[in-house]
């Protein structure tokens, strides 16, 4: 071969790597920068696991893809209408089975957009330590269902009204307050069992952990994600599976016959439409954003032993479980985060 055409083979095939270099450098340039020219508005929701995915987020979104990032403080409604009206950029929990109407109003308007799901499997129910019905010395092996209770109440005797157990219900005024009144009628549990409603969300807590920490019986109301359940091991209490029209008859009687568990209720990420269609590389990381009930509780039991910093328990979180929060991101991200934790 000619020395000239050699060269000029050599040349050709120099540029094309190089050009293939440059496009490979832009196309992941295109997917791991901040693709606004403003700080990514976050919704700041007022209650503990809202908190901590939104810390979680703003941190990737600012180490990783380099945006400035703020939050709003309210609650849910407001917010919500602020995602609406684009005040707000995301909001980190956006829960489906009762959604908001506000929410539903905005999903019809066409204003917001679901993105990924923040945890699939946020529950309600009844619970027992685990330690009552699991194990070589455990009181009650057979308890397995709300139905069981009455032959149990005895186990958990109320130091009020020793002839009945007691049953740790939410405080007045919450919506579960009155589920679970109707629920100790429907299940026929009013004779043996009493209905005790704490103060607060707080008194309920630390009722369920001086009783878990002593390992004592106590039978109560509880949710998750929270800290509660990330500090200690529960056993929810079987129901009848969730059936809306069982449901819906038993919150309009004033004396239920019939009763079914809370839903199962899957918690998304919403967003404003107009931000989503103009940060196509954010909208990818919180597409891909997935995280689970038992993290997330794992994560308040962390951040309720840092004093409730949700920044700290974000990065903790980052620390431990890199195999969960990298499969968000594109390699170029995740080591940005990593360099910055």
Not at 40 to 69: P, W
Request: aromatic content about 10%; hydrophobic content about 45%.
């Amino acid at each position: 071969m000619p020395a000239s055409r050699s060269a000029r083979l050599v040349a050709l095939a120099a540029a094309a790597f190089a050009a293939s270099t440059l496009a490979g450098t832009a196309a992941r340039a295109a997917d791991d920068s901040c693709d606004i020219d403003r700080p990514v508005m976050f919704a700041g929701l007022d209650y503990q696991s809202a908190a901590f995915h939104t810390a979680l987020a703003k941190f990737i979104v600012k180490t990783g893809y380099g945006c400035e990032v703020d939050d709003l403080p309210g609650s849910t409604i407001p917010l919500i209408n602020g995602v609406a009206r684009g005040d707000v950029d995301v909001i980190m929990e956006i829960w489906t089975a009762n959604p908001a109407q506000a929410w539903v109003d905005a999903e019809k308007a066409g204003t917001v957009v679901a993105l990924g799901t923040t945890f699939p499997d946020a529950v309600e129910g009844w619970f027992v330590p685990t330690y009552l019905v699991e194990g070589a010395e455990a009181p009650a092996p057979t308890l397995k269902k709300a139905e069981d209770l009455p032959q149990f109440a005895p186990l958990f005797t109320d130091p009020e009204e020793p002839s009945k157990g007691r049953f740790y219900n939410c405080p007045a005024g919450w919506q579960c307050e009155v589920v679970n009144s109707k629920k100790l009628v429907a299940y026929g549990l009013e004779d043996s069992y009493t209905n005790f409603r704490p103060g607060t969300g707080a008194s309920l807590q630390a009722a369920v952990d001086s009783a878990y920490l002593r390992k004592k019986p106590i039978l109560f109301y509880y949710w998750a994600p929270t800290a509660l359940m990330g500090k200690h091991e529960f056993v929810q209490l079987e129901e009848p599976a969730f059936n809306r029209e069982i449901w819906d008859a038993m919150m309009a009687a004033e004396v239920p016959d019939a009763a079914t568990a809370y839903p199962v209720s899957k918690v998304i990420i919403g967003a404003n439409k107009a931000f989503s269609e103009s940060a196509p590389n954010l909208t990818a990381f919180f597409n891909a954003y997935s995280t689970t009930s038992a993290l997330t509780s794992k994560a308040l039991a962390d951040m309720e032993d840092n004093g409730g910093d949700a920044d700290v328990a974000a990065q903790t979180f980052l620390k431990a479980n890199e195999d969960v929060w990298t499969k968000w991101v594109p390699a170029s991200v995740a080591e940005k985060v990593k360099a910055a934790l």
